[in-house]
């Protein structure tokens, strides 16, 4: 017998209550019943991005969304600043060029955290931009991003600030007001513990104003089409319905355990897998490790295929490689939404066989003791609901 175990960052695991939300009756999609859990999962997505503003709901993947702020919030010929700092946060480019838009790419070393102070010079340098687009969890590096601080500085400019938030939403701390964010973009298959299928985007009054001024190109992904329909909470084509009814116990769920504790759980998972893998002699790949995720670096003489199929071959867990530039070189453990420390451990003490079984020399057991010991040190803080 052979238990499957995703730790992937994302999609990620769906819990069993929302699993067994998904085997319900199809109900139609403009009922009333559908309505009302929109409203219901409209409060709970504007409770988790900590915003007050609209938050759209759409039927995409996260790149939808992202495809969505970018056609909407600037015009063909108009610019947008780009922090590449990854194979993620590059697509905001690659979309960009998509339609037109004049992409400037201010590029920052794989790994490495987004520098606010080169931010601030970019924006002298281009006092016309319309967006700047970041990334909270730079998920093909485990990289997290300092977006608060950047918010800051964008928001005393005309310039709006696009979030690619879409690993890091629910998975570490991110509050779109107090930060500035006036675009911020999320997935359903990442720390919302859904299947891949619904994208989410709030949107400030900054943000719609610059919406308002011109006639996007989109058509399937028009905002204001989104928003005027989000008013009656409904959309203005067919929903992935289900899977808006299966986000509806998924947020309860965020609720019930509180989102400050949430993101508290999700640190303590992180600090606890970097301990572990640290504790093998293993390199992690980012000097600002995100939440939700560990990357580390492959050992010499050892290839990333043959540690993750030992992973799944022998124990059922999967686990991502490398992308781009980078392929080959990473791997990515998952550990985000419906997963909790144990779930570290145990993907740990898989690693540690597995690693063994491939001739790496190591001391058994020493990932997981070092992962314990951070747990065993953790004394959580009592945190309102």
């Not at 000097?287 to 030992?310: N, Y």
Request: proline fraction near 5%; hydrophobic fraction near 45%; glycine fraction near 10%.
């Amino acid at each position: 017998m052979q238990k499957p175990r995703l730790m992937t960052p994302g999609p990620s695991s769906v819990p069993e209550d929302v699993l067994l939300e998904l085997a319900r009756p199809v109900i139609h999609h403009r009922s009333a019943e559908a309505k009302q859990v929109i409203v219901e999962v409209a409060a709970g997505l504007k409770e988790v991005f900590q915003t007050q503003n609209d938050v759209l709901i759409l039927t995409a993947s996260g790149t939808g969304a992202m495809e969505a702020v970018t056609v909407n919030s600037v015009p063909p010929g108009g610019k947008a600043l780009v922090l590449n700092a990854g194979h993620f946060a590059a697509r905001w480019g690659d979309i960009c060029k998509a339609f037109g838009i004049n992409a400037v790419m201010l590029d920052t070393e794989w790994g490495q955290p987004v520098d606010p102070a080169q931010v601030a010079e970019a924006l002298k340098q281009h006092p016309d931009t319309a967006c700047v687009m970041g990334t909270l969890s730079e998920t093909s590096t485990g990289t997290g991003h300092p977006i608060e601080a950047i918010g800051k500085i964008v928001a005393q400019t005309p310039a709006l600030f696009a979030v690619d938030g879409i690993s890091g939403v629910g998975a570490m701390e991110c509050r779109a007001d107090a930060w500035g964010i006036d675009l911020l973009c999320a997935g359903s298959q990442k720390a919302f513990m859904l299947p891949p299928g619904l994208a989410f985007v709030s949107v400030s009054p900054k943000a719609w104003a610059k919406i308002d001024a011109f006639d996007s190109k989109s058509f399937y992904f028009n905002l204001k089409s989104a928003r005027k329909k989000m008013k009656e909470f409904d959309t203005p084509f067919t929903p992935a319905h289900t899977l808006i009814l299966a986000l509806r116990t998924a947020l309860r769920r965020i609720k019930e355990e509180g989102l400050e504790n949430v993101w508290t759980r999700h640190r303590l998972m992180s600090a606890a897998c970097q301990a572990g893998v640290q504790a093998l002699g293993l390199e992690l790949y980012s000097s600002s490790p995100a939440e939700g995720l560990t990357a580390f670096r492959v050992p010499d003489g050892l290839k990333d295929g043959d540690i993750r199929k030992g992973l799944v071959d022998h124990f059922g867990l999967t686990t991502v490689g490398g992308q781009g530039k980078i392929k080959g070189q990473i791997i990515r453990i998952g550990h985000m939404g419906y997963t909790d420390e144990i779930d570290v451990v145990a993907g740990l003490a898989a690693l540690e066989l597995v690693l063994h079984n491939l001739g790496y020399k190591l001391t058994p057991g020493a990932a997981v003791t070092a992962a314990q010991q951070v747990i065993l040190g953790h004394k959580p803080a009592a945190v309102s609901k």
